[in-house]
C-alpha cells in the first residue's frame, strides 16, 4: 500500500528550520491525483507552523474524496496531520472530515493514552508515528494497532537509513505497520516489504516525477506485494464546522 504525505513544508535538519517541500499545493488537486493514482491514503496537512497546512486544506481534501466516492471512484482516506498535543486537537480534525489522525508519540508522551482513546471515542482511527523502540513500546502498551515507523529523526531532521527494518520486529505481531522517512526507490519499498511492512508513506520525493514513477513501480509488483487497506473510511458527508 502506498500513501502521499501533502505538506507544503517539513521540518529541516536544524531546530526551527522548515524546509520546502512543495511551494503550490492544491489540496483539490492533489487529492484527484491520489485518486487517480489508486493510493490507498493521504496524510493532509493541518498544522501552518511545521508543514504549511491548514484546516481549509482539510476540508477541501474531505468534500473532494466524498466527492469522487458518489462518483463510484475509489474512496481515499484521510489522515489529518498535526503535532497533536491536546485532545481538542483530535476533535478538530474528526470536525474537519479526518479518517484519521496522526499521533506523534515522542510528542506527546505523557498524554498519549489520553490521545489514542479520545481518537477511539470519536471514531476516527489513530496512526502512530514511531521512531524509537521506547516509542514503539509505549503505544503498544497503550493498544496502538496502527504504526508509522520513520527513518527520520524529529529531533535532528536527519534520515537514518535501516532503522524501520530494525523496528520492524519490536511491532505487535497484529498491528498494520507502515514505513516512511526518505523512502525513494523501489528497491527500499521491496526491503521495507521484506521486513514486514504493510505499506509506504511517501513525503517529499511524492509531489515530484520520481515519486509518482515509484508510485507506479510499486503497483507493477502489487500481485507479489501484500496489499492492506491499513485506514477505514467514515461514511461520506459533509465535514463539520470546525472547532
Not at 17 to 32: G, H, N, S
Not at 35 to 57: C, F, H, K, P, Q
Amino acid at each position: 500500500a502506498v500513501l502521499a504525505d501533502l505538506k507544503r513544508m517539513s521540518p529541516g535538519a536544524k531546530l526551527g528550520q522548515t524546509d520546502v517541500v512543495c511551494e503550490v499545493l492544491d489540496a483539490a488537486i492533489a487529492i484527484d491525483d491520489a485518486i487517480d493514482a489508486n493510493l490507498a491514503g493521504a496524510l493532509v496537512a493541518i498544522d501552518r507552523t511545521s508543514y504549511g497546512g491548514s484546516a481549509e486544506d482539510l476540508i477541501a481534501a474531505r468534500r473532494r474524496a466524498d466527492e469522487a466516492a458518489r462518483k463510484g471512484l475509489p474512496t481515499l482516506p484521510l489522515v489529518a496531520k498535526d503535532l497533536v498535543i491536546d485532545p481538542l486537537q483530535v476533535a478538530r480534525a474528526a470536525s474537519l472530515g479526518a479518517d484519521a489522525v496522526l499521533l506523534v508519540a515522542g510528542a506527546c508522551v505523557d498524554d498519549f493514552s489520553l490521545l489514542l482513546d479520545t481518537c477511539t471515542l470519536l471514531g476516527v482511527e489513530a496512526l502512530v508515528e514511531v521512531h524509537t523502540p521506547e516509542e514503539v513500546e509505549l503505544a503498544a502498551e497503550c493498544g496502538a494497532g496502527l504504526f508509522l515507523v520513520t527513518e527520520r529523526d524529529r529531533a535532528t531532521g536527519r534520515v537514518q537509513r535501516g532503522q524501520a527494518r530494525r523496528m520492524a520486529p519490536l511491532l505487535p505481531p497484529d498491528a498494520i505497520s507502515l514505513a516512511t522517512g526518505g523512502v525513494a526507490s523501489i528497491d527500499q519499498v521491496r526491503e521495507l516489504h521484506a521486513a514486514g511492512y504493510d505499506g509506504v508513506v511517501l513525503g517529499r520525493s511524492y509531489p515530484g516525477a520520481s515519486g509518482r514513477r515509484l508510485v507506479e513501480e510499486v503497483r507493477a509488483e502489487e500481485p507479489r506485494l501484500r496489499l492492506v487497506e491499513p485506514i477505514t473510511v467514515r461514511e461520506p458527508g459533509d465535514p463539520l464546522e470546525p472547532l
